[in-house]
């Protein structure tokens, strides 16, 4: 049975650092025999379908062949249609009624509990606000990620340690529930 996947590569294109062009990460992909490749904007989204592997292997082989060919490190992380599409719905700010420069996704490799998070003082980073999901982490940031003081906390190594965790703005969250869809 084919698949439908978002490949989210964490760090790419950006500050001039990493270069991964769209159209040689396609080719790449292309050559791991995976299938209906396509990319989405320059900052590391790829959707592409597969009859092997699962999120996990995919998303390694995928890391191994990105280092191999080009050189560097790239943290990967691949999920179905299925997890995308209940990450959106499940959302717990009122996504329709905000910009979507306000509201953000950070995908995480494996579940992560309150416990993470406990050190922070939440009502003092007020009106900002976030919440934990299924493998991922809600950010509210009413002022953009760039301006959030919450946002910039969020991303430290400590609450990360160990994992690979990425982010995306609510339109990119929303664009590859429709781009995996089959």
Same mark, same amino acid.
């Given at each position: 049975?084919?698949?439908?996947?978002?490949?989210?590569?964490?760090?790419?294109?950006?500050?001039?650092?990493?270069?991964?062009?769209?159209?040689?990460?396609?080719?790449?992909?292309?050559?791991?025999?995976?299938?209906?490749?396509?990319?989405?904007?320059?900052?590391?989204?790829?959707?592409?379908? =597969? #009859?092997?592997?699962?999120? $996990?292997?995919? !998303?390694?082989?995928?890391? @191994? /062949?990105?280092?191999? *060919?080009?050189?560097?490190?790239?943290?990967?992380?691949?999920?179905?249609?299925?997890?995308?599409?209940?990450?959106?719905?499940?959302?717990?700010?009122?996504?329709?009624?905000?910009?979507?420069?306000?509201?953000?996704?950070?995908?995480? =490799? #494996?579940?992560?509990?309150? $416990?993470?998070? !406990?050190?922070?003082?939440? @009502? /003092?980073?007020?009106? *900002?606000?976030?919440?934990?999901?299924?493998?991922?982490?809600?950010?509210?940031?009413?002022?953009?990620?760039?301006?959030?003081?919450?946002?910039?906390?969020?991303?430290?190594?400590?609450?990360?340690?160990?994992?690979?965790?990425?982010?995306?703005?609510?339109?990119?969250?929303?664009?590859?529930?429709?781009?995996?869809?089959?």
């Amino acid at each position: 049975m084919t698949t439908t996947y978002a490949a989210l590569l964490r760090g790419i294109n950006v500050g001039g650092a990493r270069k991964l062009p769209m159209a040689d990460l396609r080719a790449l992909m292309q050559g791991l025999a995976y299938g209906d490749v396509r990319t989405y904007l320059q900052s590391g989204q790829a959707v592409f379908s =597969s #009859a092997h592997g699962d999120e $996990e292997s995919l !998303a390694a082989e995928l890391a @191994a /062949a990105i280092a191999e *060919e080009f050189g560097f490190d790239v943290d990967v992380l691949v999920r179905d249609h299925a997890y995308l599409k209940t990450i959106a719905e499940a959302c717990p700010f009122p996504a329709a009624g905000l910009q979507p420069k306000q509201l953000h996704v950070t995908y995480f =490799s #494996a579940p992560v509990g309150a $416990e993470r998070f !406990a050190e922070i003082d939440r @009502a /003092a980073h007020l009106p *900002e606000e976030f919440r934990l999901g299924d493998r991922a982490l809600y950010l509210y940031a009413p002022d953009g990620l760039g301006r959030s003081k919450l946002g910039e906390m969020l991303s430290r190594p400590r609450f990360t340690k160990g994992l690979v965790a990425t982010t995306r703005n609510w339109n990119t969250v929303v664009k590859l529930v429709e781009l995996t869809e089959s």
